[in-house]
């Protein structure tokens, strides 16, 4: 077994211990009394710091791997509008109506920009991003997160299941834990590309 072989083993274990604490998490929220994974909940910040750290894994790459920049400051960016995104009541209630709007409208005018200006460079790395690990990784966490999060914790739904005895609490667990599963696996795929971006610099400064 090669050193490389043992450090993606290691790296599984340590993913599978972060799965594994995410349910003390939830176990915490399950027991306040505060009202149960809302705003104020460990599980929102654990959302909210999941996808900070992303970003700057996506940051860490811009900045140190060139031949990979341009597409690492575009998925950052991407993570970085939904980062702004879970501060939407925040933002709105102590700066104006819709500030979080104009923060994400910014980012991508700046992405957009920077994008725009090296997409010979960024149509070179998509091919090659697209068949990676971090990128299958990524797919994933984002329909986890976006999607399926949504609709399983669709109202109705939890309506139908519980009928007379249905608790906004649950479904709020639902929906909040699945969505904090699916930005774990976001960050994931953020670390896994810091690996990935590495390996594609070493290998193209060797061809060089």
Not at 4 to 26: C, D, H, M, P, T
Request: hydrophobic share 50%; glycine share 6%; aromatic share 16%.
């Amino acid at each position: 077994m090669t050193k490389e072989q043992i450090f993606k083993i290691i790296r599984i274990i340590i993913y599978s211990g972060y799965l594994l604490a995410l349910s003390l998490v939830f176990l915490h929220d399950a027991r306040s009394t505060e009202g149960k994974f809302y705003e104020n909940s460990l599980t929102e910040y654990f959302q909210e710091g999941t996808f900070f750290i992303t970003v700057l894994a996506y940051l860490f790459c811009t900045i140190n791997y060139k031949k990979t920049a341009s597409l690492s400051l575009l998925v950052g960016g991407f993570f970085l509008m939904a980062f702004i995104r879970e501060f939407d009541a925040v933002l709105d209630a102590y700066v104006y109506d819709g500030a979080w709007q104009t923060l994400v409208l910014i980012v991508i005018v700046f992405i957009g920009y920077k994008s725009f200006r090296s997409r010979d460079s960024l149509m070179n790395q998509l091919p090659h991003y697209m068949i990676s690990y971090p990128f299958g990784l990524m797919i994933g966490g984002m329909l986890v997160t976006f999607i399926y999060s949504r609709l399983f914790g669709e109202t109705i739904m939890w309506k139908t299941v519980m009928e007379e005895n249905y608790v906004r609490d649950v479904k709020n667990a639902v929906e909040e834990s699945v969505e904090l599963l699916g930005d774990s696996i976001i960050l994931f795929a953020g670390l896994e590309f810091i690996f990935w971006a590495k390996n594609n610099e070493s290998s193209q400064s060797s061809v060089s």
